[in-house]
Structure formats: C-alpha cells, structure tokens
C-alpha cells in the first residue's frame, strides 16, 4: 500500500508532457501539445496532452487519463506499478505497507492545518476590511503600494492588529485547537511553555498558496516601526507537516495558466514584486521568497515551461549569490535568461511606473541568455588579473557542464570561447573534465546514502530486538488499544476526521448497493440517456463547485447553490439515480466535498486515488468540444460555464425524460419472462414499479410543459 501523502508526491512532481515525452515526439500546438498517438497507427497527430490540466488523450482512439494512467496503458502496468514507475524516475522513495494508526492521524493532521490556515487567511482579510486599524493600517499601507481593491482580494491579503493573540483567542473561541495553531505555525508559547501569542501580530499578511491553490503558509509584514521587540521586516510560517519552503513558489497557484500561455515563467524575489507584476498585467510571474532556488522549486516551474527569464534589481545586489541557483536551472534543462532592471528599480517599483506592454518590451530587448550574462558579469569584476580570469573561466565552464544537452553545450562553448578568446577545445577539454568529475560525485553521494540507510536500518534493528526482549511476557496488544486523539480544527468537520472519511466510503458504497433497475447493467453506452448521463457528470467534474443558482431561505436570504448540489437535489426529488456506479461513486463524492472552501472538482477528481474514477474524470475534462458553444452573429462564444443556469436543467430535463423512458421499456419486458410471468408476487411487484416510473414521468412532464413534450 502506498500511502496518500507519497501517491500526493508523485502526482504533483510527474509532468505530464515530461513522462509522454519519453515514449511520443510532441510539438507545441498553443497551450497543449500535440503528436502521434501511441496506442494506435495513425498518420495525423490526434494525441493531446495538457500540462495545464495534466491529462492527455487521443481524440481518435480515445485513450489517455492522468500521468497515470498513461504509464498504465503505455507499459501495461497496474495502478500501483504505474506509480512506482513514476517515483522511480523521478526519484521518490516508496515504502510499500499498510498504514499505520500514526499515518493515519498523520493524513487526519494534513487535510486539519489546511482548515486552520484557511480560517486564518478569513480572519485577516476580515481585520483588513471591517477594523478600525485594518483600514486605518493596513489599507492605507496597501493604497500607498499602489494595490487595487481587486489585486488585494485576488491575493488574500489580509492584515493582524498589534494585540499579540488576538487570532489565538478568536481561534480558540471557535473551537480551534491550540496545538493545530502551534503546528501551522500560526501561533508559539512563550517560554514559560503557557502562554500563547500570535507570530504575525502587528503586520499585513500575505497568504502562501500551493500549486493546487490551499494555503500552506503565511508571510507578514511589519509597518509600524515603533512596533515592540521587532527585529525582521518580514516574518514567516516555519515549516510544517503541510508547508516545506524548499518546494513551494510564492505565485505559482495564480501563475501557472499564464506561464503555459506565454511559455516563459518571471522570477522574482518577493511577495510584492509578483502582486505588482500582476496588477501591470503580466502574470506569469513567480517568486522564490528571498531563499535559494531548490531542485524542488525548478521541477514545479519546469511542469509548464522550459523558459525562464530571472529579474533582477538595478542595483545588482545579490546576484553573484544566486549564481548556484541559476546553474541548478541549468542542470534541469532550463532555457535561462536574465534581465536587469534599470538602476535604482525592482521588479515592484517598475510594474507601478510601467504597464505590461511597456514592461515586457523593456524585458524583450534587455534580457540575455545566462551564459553572456555570467560572462560579462565575470569579465568586468576580473579586469586583467590572471588568477581571477581563470577562476572566471573555470566557473563558466562549470556552469555549461551541467547543461544536460549536449547540442547546447555545444552552442554555449563556441559562444563562450569567441567571447573569452579562448581555443574552442581547451574550454571542451575542461568541461568535459567537469561533467566527469561530477559523474564520479554523484557515485560517491549514492554510495554515502546508501551507507547511512544500512546503518539506520541495522540501528533500528537493533532498538526493535531491544524492545523486544524487553516486552516478554506482557500482552502484545495493548499498544494497539491507544485512543488517538483527534487531529482536527473544529469539534464537529476536523477532530474526527478519519471517522468521516470511513463514513463517507461507507455512505458511497450504500449508494450504489442500493441502486436497483431493470436496465442491463452493460451495453448502455450507444443508449441516448447514457450519454446523457454523461453530460451530467461531466458537468459535475469540470464545474460541480461553480454557483448556478440562488434560493430564498426562510429568512427571505439568497442562498447559493452549486452545479452539484443542484443535479443532486434534483435526482432526488424524482427518485432517480444515475445508471453508471462510477458515476454515481462521483456525484457521491462531489456531495460529501463541495462545501469544502478549496474543493475544486476537476482537480479533485483527476487525482482521485481510485484508478477508475481519476480515468473517467481526466477524459471529461480533457474533452475538447463543449456540451453546447452558442455562435452568435457578434462573434462571441458563450462557454458551458456562462449558462450553467439554463445548461444544467436542460441537461437534467434531458437525462430523467430519456432513463424513464428506458426504464420503463426494459420493465415491461420483464413482464415476459415466463418466470416472472407465473410469479404472481413478482409480476405485481413489477407492476407496481412501472406505475411509479409512470407517474414520476407524468409529473416531470406537468412542470417541464411543452420543452419536455418536445424532448419526448
């Protein structure tokens, strides 16, 4: 068994194209790509991947999925040897058990800290915008930035008073758990280990979202200089058990469509530069946060774009220290420019004074490829001194050395040798003298690693043997008795979260247990209420969170409702379920999570953990024509998602008026089976069945009017 937060590893470092490319030439074709399907002889391209969704399919032959399910069908491997095939290309350990009481309060834990940030992120925004200081303090700082309301609200940004636990005391209010604010980091004890305060007290915050947009972190800035015992501008989340610095971007949830659009991603330093980069109008902008660029970071980048343009400030300050991250980009294949900004500006000063036009035009014609840049850099500081020319030349080499293309290796030698006047093969020589040593490096860390994992592995050996001997004679299993407390933010949604999650398999397989018809179970999928059936789902997966509706509550107060609690509602007030137990499992679910404030369907279910549902999820989304495009005489399209309200009862209307009809047909055919026939019991039993299908249709038709008729 591979447990969820490994199977979370995988899915989030697999790139889709990265993997497909091994196995299918691929050309960029606008957003996605395209090539030759490998599951079918064909002459045209018809295979299309999506780094963005991170699916592809043949629109020929109809298969794909996720990254997955890709490897299953290519290497004819199970869901789990798929997995394992992916960690072991890029190098994620997997240990193979079943999960222990820890690990599954460890999961508990995780799906816990998000609700607790969550709140935070609402508690600050609502000081920012409802109190006295928010406004007085925090907004004024943000107006003085430059900040439109909309950026503002785009980025959460919310705002803590000076009152050093005013959060923890509203949390705890609340029924949020002392120990879930301690492990956000949202909160720390004093040293008399009693008293709780606050870490980001007296600052304008600045949530941290992960590439799946859920907020795993925090950062704050102070504006009060006469603040108390403030020593940092800036103040950060530590790490947690849902929150590691070297793997997150600052940016990369709300960057990531914008940088498979423009294929190049910006790299900036701080929070503000990538907010002001944004409110100019270039988004595809991210930032590392002030800490080196890590092999974890680049990957991310890499799932959308080989391209990267680093910004730096006019000054130059910094940037012979940040060399090692951009040879790291290199190491990754990165296609690396960089572009220094005027003097005295930084990416956050010049997007207030410049809009994306001028902006990218400025990056357009200043920006450089690194090598050049490193070189002139270099050159400049080393002036005529021998010594540091040498060292000069030995850190350019170094750095083409860990190209992994050997063309471009190539190219950068040639280029380096006309601009360093150095023989072309003393500067091959010396690279590949480079690239050899780090081969042997590398063998040497192998072995080092693999050294320690034996030693761990025989001193764990050794403890559990101790323990062992230690333990004879007393009963085995009174350790598996222990009460795990609970884990959770709330005393009603978190403190038993395992306890839900078991009752929400269990509410999903009574589901579909319960499902009886008289249609045969397979053979549907030429039927027309089948593909019905499938419209409905596929408007679950792509927009099952969206609002397609209000409704007046007793109080006369609009309330929202979401595609899926719409559909939902809908099929049961007319009893009617749907015939797939696939998607019946998926509207189950898309139930239990679609009040969860970062649920987001799509994304839910194409990294679903059964293999099943995340294939049928990945060819919904991954469908490339629309339920119903409007063309109107202005040249305007109209998507699925601007007429939810009118498409989903269509739809709905469509589906119930079509399974009725096969219901009904495949009952009456069930009276002429000459057992049923000389069942009295039965045949009444069928009877009675039919008589209720027929009155749900009549009473579909009563309030459907002539639209239905027509449908009929």
Request: aromatic residues 8%.
């Amino acid at each position: 068994m591979i447990d969820q937060a490994t199977i979370d590893r995988i899915l989030d470092t697999a790139q889709i194209v990265d993997v497909v490319s091994d196995f299918v030439t691929l050309r960029k074709r606008g957003v996605n790509y395209v090539g030759l399907c490998p599951f079918h002889n064909e002459k045209t391209p018809s295979f299309s991947v999506s780094p963005s969704k991170g699916v592809c399919k043949c629109f020929s032959c109809g298969k794909g999925g996720n990254v997955v399910h890709f490897i299953m069908e290519h290497e004819q491997l199970s869901y789990y040897e798929a997995l394992k095939w992916l960690a072991k290309k890029y190098n994620i350990e997997i240990k193979e058990r079943e999960l222990t009481d820890e690990e599954k309060q460890s999961h508990s834990l995780r799906e816990s800290l998000f609700v607790v940030n969550q709140f935070a992120a609402e508690y600050f925004q609502d000081i920012l915008y409802n109190n006295v200081d928010g406004q007085s303090i925090g907004m004024t700082y943000l107006r003085q930035r430059g900040f439109r309301d909309d950026i503002i609200k785009k980025f959460q940004i919310g705002f803590s008073t000076e009152a050093k636990d005013a959060l923890a005391r509203t949390a705890i209010q609340k029924g949020y758990k002392p120990e879930m604010l301690i492990k956000t980091g949202l909160c720390f004890l004093k040293d008399d280990g009693k008293t709780m305060r606050d870490r980001f007290w007296g600052r304008v915050i600045f949530p941290v979202h992960n590439i799946t947009g859920k907020i795993v972190a925090f950062g704050g800035r102070v504006l009060n200089s006469e603040t108390k015992h403030v020593q940092m501008k800036y103040v950060n989340s530590p790490e947690s058990e849902i929150y590691h610095k070297s793997r997150e971007l600052y940016g990369i949830f709300f960057a990531k469509q914008s940088i498979i659009r423009q294929d190049r991603c910006y790299l900036v330093e701080g929070y503000t530069d990538v907010i002001s980069m944004h409110q100019s109008g270039i988004e595809n902008v991210v930032a590392s946060s002030g800490t080196a660029l890590t092999t974890d970071q680049i990957r991310l980048i890499h799932r959308f774009t080989n391209n990267i343009t680093v910004l730096y400030d006019g000054d130059g300050a910094g940037i012979k220290a940040s060399i090692r991250g951009i040879d790291m980009l290199l190491e990754e294949g990165m296609n690396i420019k960089v572009c220094l900004l005027p003097d005295g500006e930084d990416p956050d000063s010049f997007a207030r004074k410049h809009n994306a036009t001028e902006y990218q035009a400025y990056i357009n014609n200043n920006e450089v490829d690194f090598i050049r840049f490193k070189t002139n850099l270099l050159m400049e500081e080393a002036g005529k001194d021998p010594i540091k020319r040498a060292e000069l030349i030995s850190s350019i080499v170094k750095s083409i050395s860990v190209i992994p293309e050997e063309i471009v290796r190539s190219v950068y030698i040639k280029e380096c040798s006309t601009l360093l006047n150095m023989e072309e093969k003393i500067l091959l020589d010396a690279t590949v003298r480079f690239i050899e040593q780090s081969v042997i490096n590398k063998e040497k860390e192998t072995e080092r690693k693999k050294q320690r994992e034996e030693y761990t592995k025989r001193q764990a050996e050794a403890k559990q043997g101790a323990n062992t001997d230690g333990n004879k004679g007393e009963d085995s299993s009174a350790g598996n008795n222990t009460e795990i407390s609970g884990a959770g933010a709330t005393p009603t949604s978190i403190n038993n979260a395992s306890d839900i999650e078991t009752a929400q398999k269990e509410s999903v397989a009574e589901f579909v247990d319960n499902y009886t018809s008289y249609i045969p179970i397979s053979g549907n999928e030429n039927k027309v209420f089948y593909e019905q059936e499938r419209n409905l789902v596929k408007m679950i997966i792509r927009y099952g969170e969206k609002i397609v509706c209000y409704i007046e509550d007793e109080n006369s107060e609009e309330l929202p409702i979401t595609v899926t609690e719409y559909i939902s509602s809908s099929l049961k007030e007319d009893d009617i379920q749907f015939h797939n137990p696939i998607h019946r499992k998926i509207l189950k679910e898309a139930e239990n999570n679609v009040n969860t404030d970062t649920f987001t369907a799509e994304k839910y279910f194409i990294a679903h953990p059964d293999p099943e549902i995340s294939k049928t999820a990945a060819d919904m989304a991954n469908d490339r024509y629309q339920l119903s495009n409007l063309y109107y005489r202005t040249q305007t399209i109209i998507t699925d998602e601007e007429r939810l309200y009118e498409l989903v009862p269509r739809l709905l209307l469509e589906f119930k008026i079509s399974i009725l009809k096969e219901e009904m047909k495949h009952t009456m055919q069930a009276l002429n089976n000459p057992e049923i026939a000389s069942d009295p019991k039965k045949c009444a039993e069928i009877m009675t069945h039919f008589r209720d299908l027929s009155e749900t249709q009549n009473i579909i038709m009563k309030h459907a009017g002539d639209r239905a008729m027509g449908l009929y």
